[in-house]
C-alpha cells in the first residue's frame, strides 16, 4: 500500500510543483512591473479611476513605455540624445563605473549587430575528458587579442541549475564543437541538469570528439 501512495505523491508533485513555481514567477513578475503604475499621477491610476485593482496594466505600462523609447531613439535625433546622455553619465565618478558596466552588457545581449549567446558549443571543461555546453559570446579583443595570437573564441559556461552564473573562458577554435542545437534548446538542456534532451536529427554516425 505504502508503494501505490508513494508513486502518487511524486506523480502529484511533479504536476503541482511546475505549476506553482509559474504561477509564482507570474505574480512577481506582475507584481513588480505594476510599480511602474508609480510614475502616473494619482488621479490617472486605475485603481482611482475605475474603482477596481487591474492586475498585469503595470505589465502593458511598461511594454508600451519601452516601445515608445525604443521609437523615439531609433531615428538620428534619439540617438543623438542617447549619446548626449551617456556621454554625461560616464562623467559622474560613480555612476560611471556602474553605467558604463551595465551599458556594455546590456549592449552584448540586446543589440541586434552582437554575437552573445548566437551558438552553443560543446567544450572540454573544467578538464580535459569533461565536456559540457557553452555558449559563443564572441572573440577576444583589447590588449588580450595581443597575446593569444590563435583563432581563439570567447566562450560562456553557465552552471547547472542556474545560468545566471557561470564561468567565460577562451578557448581555441579547434577545441569547441559547434552544435546545432538552438541556444533555447541548449540553456533548456543545462537547467534541466541534462533531462530535457534538445529534440534534433541524430546523425547516423556522431562525429569522434576530439
Known sequence: ???????????????IVPLAITVWVLDWIIGTLDQTLLILPQAWHPDRLLGFHIPGFGVLLTLLILLLVGAVTSNFVGKKLVKWGDAVLVRIPVVRSIYSSVKQVSDTLFSESGNAFRTAVL??????????????????????????REDFLS??????????????????????????TSVDEALKYIVSMGVVVPVGPTPQTPPSLP
Open 123 to 148: 567544450v572540454q571543461w573544467p578538464r580535459e575528458g569533461v565536456w559540457t555546453v557553452g555558449f559563443v559570446t564572441g572573440s577576444p579583443g583589447g590588449d588580450v587579442a595581443t597575446y593569444l
Open 1 to 15: 500500500m505504502v508503494a501505490p501512495l508513494r508513486k502518487w505523491l511524486f506523480a502529484g508533485l511533479l504536476v
Open 155 to 180: 566562450v560562456y559556461v553557465p552552471t547547472t541549475p542556474n545560468p545566471t552564473g557561470g564561468y567565460f573562458v577562451m578557448l581555441r577554435r579547434s577545441d569547441c564543437i559547434e552544435l546545432d
